[in-house]
């Protein structure tokens, strides 16, 4: 075997094993175990010592004599313990800047859209009871919002998508950008009457443009975040869709454009500049597209169609950029149009519906459950933000909360905002 | 038309996942802990997962081993520089665990039975994996986490606390070690 040779034995790839689900939070809690063990024998070394300067030797022979001991010397802990300053593991300290209460100054406020640029920096559209749409900002991961801005647009058909933590948008029938974190907000000339989605990531920003909010025809624009200006996107044709949907991951973007009984296409790009059709999951049927990352993407088929057990309304997987596609185990089965998908993996998929609400699988869709608050009209957006942390919000904003799960969707917890 | 906003949520998006070890990009740039360690997991595990596999032939042991990796890496989280390093060091100090852990078991074994019968399941031939076992634990550190790892020179020498050169004449010296022991296969 010569050099060469043996370079490429040596080079030559291992088979990737994905991890089973759950395997995350495993680890999580085998860590954290560890560390409680490891802070608590270290309280308890302390304790050990103090006690045999400061008590002398009667503690030293409870110790050793006394079955009681160990809660005695736990209870005697300094106020100074290592157990006090122990890190969290989701340590983050919230600004100090704001002092938001729970939905302070958010009376009468709905939420209908929402973006995350981090796990504990948020922020909300929603209707503000009086025509207009109010931005709110959390810093907390979700736990207490604030009103940052009142816009003069329909919150019913506007969203908010936030790049960093400056540089916004919120779109529908205006567009407004801030690259103040939201203090101050620009109306920008649109780059066509409507603009019925925006995704922002790594520095790009795309949008789905049309002329007017019920037009079929669509066209993507692009642009960075560095100008609030949009272009149309040079190879991908003008799409004439029932649904159109779009979903960014860093330098990828994918376009799912569906039509009820036509032939849906998917337009993807790999690096922000170069688009090529792939091939599309959902046949003649109506879809949505998720991302959870450049190259795993998710679709659901057939969201229009209110029961469930059709097997075109299905939620399909890829992970190699849309080039093929499988389908989940079983199609979601609750009824209700499907308002929103996400996944964090292809294993791990939320589906929002517009009548049960959230419907959760964690084993690529061999079972699937109904999970979260009961929703008048169910649930309108659901969006994982990191594998585990995802947010969601009702239909139609009939209830005025923000529902968030840390475990993928197995439980779901909710603020609601005052009437 | 979608009936609101659609499409999922942004991750973090200054943690760049792409840049494999690139872990400065993930630390510098994401706030919270939690972030970035699930971006090193969304990354590494599968990898490194699919690598103990090829090192001990069993996918439940590959699994545990890099759990385990991962757990130990979480408790070091703010003291670790080289997240993939620390990973692929720690997996092989448990493959090598392993390792000894199955020869004793056939030493053991093989008291009391006859060996051919007790000769635990392995690959026939030269496999690699085998002869990466059999390297010197100097010339194995640098084997494993450039070429397995695909940690560069540096980045070995780095995590290993040796300078390059070092890390290049043992390369060198696995290299011939190895060329030389599948010359005799």
Known sequence: MNERELEELLRSRSEPLPPPPGRWEAVRRRARRRRVAKLSAAVLATVVVAAGIGLGPTVLFAHHHTSGSEQRISIAAPPSSPLQHAPTSAARAPETSASPVAGAGLTGFAPSSVSFVSQAEGYLLGDDGDGGSTVARTSDGGSSWSRLADLTIPAKTAGVRFATPDVGYVFGTKFFVTTTGGRAWQAEPRPGGFISDLETMSGHVYALVSSCARCRKVSLYGGSTASPSLQRVAGVPTMVGDSVSLAVYRDAAYVLDTVKGGPGQVWATSDGSAWSQRSSPCGTTMGLITEWSATGVAAACDVHLFAPGNESKRVYVSTNGAASWTALDKPPTRFGYINSVSASGPDDVVVADGQSGLDVTTDGGRHWTLRGPKLTDGAGFVGFISLSRVVALPAHGADRIFITSDDAGDSWSSVHFPR | ?185
């Open chain 2, 1 to 185: 038309m979608t009936t609101q906003p659609s499409g999922s949520l942004r991750r973090p998006r200054d943690v760049d996942v792409a840049v494999v070890g690139a872990w400065e990009a993930v630390r510098v740039t994401s706030a919270d802990p939690t972030e970035a360690a699930e971006v090193v997991f969304r990354t590494h595990y599968a990898p490194l997962a699919g690598w103990c596999r090829r090192m001990v032939g069993d996918e439940e042991v590959a699994h545990d081993i890099a759990a385990e990796a991962f757990a130990r890496l979480l408790g070091r989280w703010t003291s670790v520089t080289d997240p993939r390093a620390y990973l692929y060091t720690t997996a092989l100090n448990l493959i090598r665990d392993r390792w000894r852990r199955t020869e004793r078991e056939r030493v053991a074994l093989g008291k009391v039975v006859t060996s051919a019968a007790a000769t635990p399941k392995q690959a026939p031939g030269p496999e690699l994996r085998m002869l990466v076992e059999a390297l010197p634990r100097r010339l194995q550190q640098v084997v494993v986490l450039h070429y397995f790892a695909d940690l560069t020179v540096d980045s070995v020498a780095r995590a290993l606390g040796v300078a390059p050169g070092t890390v290049k004449r043992d390369l060198f010296d696995a290299r011939a070690k190895l060329a030389a022991a599948l010359g005799d296969g």
